[in-house]
Each structure stands twice: as C-alpha cells, then as structure tokens.
C-alpha cells in the first residue's frame, strides 16, 4: 500500500507540474510574447494577451488551489493530503527561483481540470471511503510511520528553512499553506501520517539544495 500510495503521489506531482507549466507566464515558453509580460514584485499582464488567449488572471497561490480542489473531486482523502503536501513542499523550492511571490498575479490558460479528470479517472469505480480505511489501516501498521499533529510538522518544516532565508520574507509563503490547508477543508491542527525519518532527510535535502544553488536562488530570500 505505501509503496503504490507514494508512486501515485510522484505521478500526481508530475501532472500538477505538466498543467502549471501549460499555463501562461512570465517563466513560460508559451506562445504569448514574453516582451508583454514584465515582472517585478508583481506582474504587469498584457490585456490584450489575456483576452486573445483566454487567460484567467490569478495569484500563484489561487491557482494551486484550484488545482488541488479539482484533483479532490476524484481522488481518496488520503490521496489529497499527499497531493497537498507534495505540492507545498514544491512550493517553497519553486519560490526560491522564480521572481513569483505566493500572493503575486500570474496568468494560467483552463487545461488543468481536463488533464485531472482524465488522469483521476483511475478512481472512477472506487470506493473512496473504503481506499481511505485500507489506507490508515495500513500506515497505522506500517513500523516505517508515525503519526504527528499537521502544525507541528510543519512548523518543524518552516523552521528549517528559516535557518536559511529572511524569515520576514518566509512567512508569506507559511500562510499560503496555511491558506491551501484551510481552503481544502483539512484540520490544520488534526493528525497525520508521516515517515518517521522524514524531516532528517528532508534537513539534508533542503541544506544541500541551498549549498549548491545559492548563487542562483532569488536574493531577496537569503539572510
């Protein structure tokens, strides 16, 4: 069951990331002329693009929203929490590169909910309450797993990276999983399953990364 849950997971990321880079942005290698879009602290969008392409003006953190809703729709409970958590964690590496803040506006084209439902069709003839019992059953029994309170794994979460970056900065990028976790109807201070061993790979993950791109990760978030 975890090995089957997490593969779905990887895959999951892999599709979330497809439809976003399908969008339009300044970051994008879309047909949209990138001479029209410049970013600063916020993006400047050609409204003449917006309509000619059908774009839908949003902020970053809107549109992982909707992304997330439109993937719970299909998938088990269970299968979305993980969907959150992926696409968090991608989150704050992602910002470190881009000149996109959690609140900043961007511009994504519709493709997503069609990539999602065909993808999640896969969940059409489940019963999804009974895919989440077989899941908690599994992990409660798995030696590998641990439960732990959301808040408290991701403050820890949080405050790893705060060792690195301007902490004044981070916090927009907290209350944006805060806002995802509150948006997705997910008990922020409820339980969930973990790796026990995750956050000390994690630490070494995350004081790699910072090691070697510090000269490419946006200023403005370093100490």
């Known amino acids: 069951m975890k090995s089957s849950v997490f593969n779905f997971l ?21 047909n949209v002329n990138n001479d029209t879009l410049a970013v600063k602290n916020k993006l400047l969008i050609d409204e003449e693009h917006v309509t ?18 439109q993937l719970a729709q299909y998938c088990p409970k269970s299968i979305t929490e993980h969907n959150v958590i992926s696409i968090s964690l991608s989150l704050i590496k992602n910002f470190y590169f881009g000149a996109f803040l959690p609140y900043d506006t961007t511009c ?25 019992k077989k899941y908690y059953t599994a ?44 948006e997705l109807g997910i008990d922020w201070d409820g339980e969930m399953f973990v790796e026990k061993n995750f956050l000390e790979t994690y630490r070494v993950e995350i004081n790699g990364f910072i090691a070697e791109n510090k000269d490419r990760i946006n200023q403005v978030y370093l100490k």
């Open 52 to 69: 000619k392409y059908g774009l839908k003006k949003i902020t970053v953190i809107e549109e992982r929203i909707l992304t997330l809703k």
């Open 139 to 182: 992990m409660s029994q798995n030696p590998d797993m641990k439960r732990t309170r959301r808040s408290d794994f991701w403050e820890e979460v949080f405050s790893l990276h705060r060792e690195h970056v301007n902490p004044a900065l981070f916090v927009e990028n907290e209350n944006a999983i805060r806002e995802i976790y509150s």
């Open 108 to 132: 994504v084209n519709t493709y997503n909910e069609d990539i999602i439902i065909s993808f999640c069709d896969k969940f059409k003839d489940v019963d999804l309450d009974e895919y989440d």
């Open 10 to 30: 990887f895959v999951t990321g892999s599709l979330i990331c497809f439809a976003v880079q399908n969008g339009f942005s300044a970051n994008s290698s879309s």
